[in-house]
């Protein structure tokens, strides 16, 4: 019957890992593109910047076969890089048009500069400079999917390792806190909420919940006459009994020293007797290695809709009282209308 409430802290750590790494493998991919088409458009104005004699001397160094400069005119094909970027030129003579273009235009997305060719102070045509974006693209997708694959195996490493470590011990910090350490049953911490949970779905659906609670008879007799040890592994056997004995849709709870709660769910009035006299039996009828029966006694209570915890178990401890009264090892219904001894 396991139980737990809320998200745990390793599920809040495995989100922020998860968050993280997606942001790294995005931002930092934009960032780089940005930083690289940055630097690029700075070449390109520098470049933009070039006379016509510092073009040409570039360019002759690099390629002098290439070029012919005549009456002040740059002319050719410059198929290079400079300024560390490569780059298309299409240089215009004053009024003539293009007359020299380099290479294939750049294809989209690109970058694009304009400026005066200058020859001794003198503008002599237009510098135009571009550079395609799709290497810088090429290289920021590449460097998200490096990230995303590098980031996947850490997030795993964590998971795998010390958030799996963080979620055990969340684990046993809940189980501890849920749990009556002798029987291993629920603990009455844990019935407020699970009564929300299981009276809202009993709302919805129509069903009806009962609550039966049930104490062991003249339970300080055996502490007193065979000692706490034998008192605690009797109480130990009758959670196991009773808990083998009931669905696995109803909840069984320590509900307190020798005192026990089943929240029974789906389950109306009539089939809440037909359990308690089973348990009854089941009890009464067990071998608990003592020289005396091990009996208990009951109370019942099919909750209305709408009703609360609190009067739900009152109505049911009630009911247990009565029959406490009336001499033990038999049930009592809440309202106190019916009641059966051993049979
Ligand atoms: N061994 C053991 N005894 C417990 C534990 N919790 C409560 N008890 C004992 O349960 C006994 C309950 O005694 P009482 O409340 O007088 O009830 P009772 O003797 O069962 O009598 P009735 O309930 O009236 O039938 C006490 O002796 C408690 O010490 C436990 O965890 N282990």
Partial sequence: MPFGVGRSLADL?????????ALVALVVPVLHFDIQRRYLDGNLTTLSLLT??????????????LWDYEEGRVTGLLRDELCGVRVRQVI???????????????????LGHRAPLLDAGRVVGVLETSASLRPLLVDSLLLALLLSVVGAILAALFCRYPLARLRRAEHDIRYLAEHDP?????????????????????RRHRLRLSIIIFDIDHFKRVNDQHGHD????????????????????????????EEFLVLST???LAMARALVEKLRRLVASHDFGLPQSVTISLGVC??????????????????????????????FEGEGEDSTTEG
């Fill in 13 to 21: 750590l495995r989100l922020v890992v998860l968050v993280v790494v």
């Fill in 230 to 257: 034998c008192g605690d592994r009797v109480l130990r056997q009758l959670a196991g009994l009773v808990s083998r004995h009931v669905r696995a849709s109803d909840y069984l709870v320590r509900w307190g020293g």
């Fill in 266 to 268: 789906h389950t109306d």
């Fill in 52 to 65: 016509a004699e510092q073009l040409m001397r570039q360019v002759i160094a690099r390629n002098p076969e």
């Fill in 92 to 110: 215009h003579a004053e009024a003539k048009g293009v007359v020299a273009e380099v290479g294939e235009p750049p294809l989209s997305p690109a």
């Fill in 302 to 331: 099919a909750c209305s809709p709408g009703d609360g915890l609190e009067r739900c178990v009152s109505c049911a401890d009630a009911a247990m009282y009565r029959a406490k009264r009336a001499g033990r090892n038999r049930w």
């Fill in 182 to 202: 002798l029987t291993g049953l629920l603990n009455r911490h844990v019935v407020e909420a699970l009564f929300e949970r299981e009276s809202a779905r009993a």
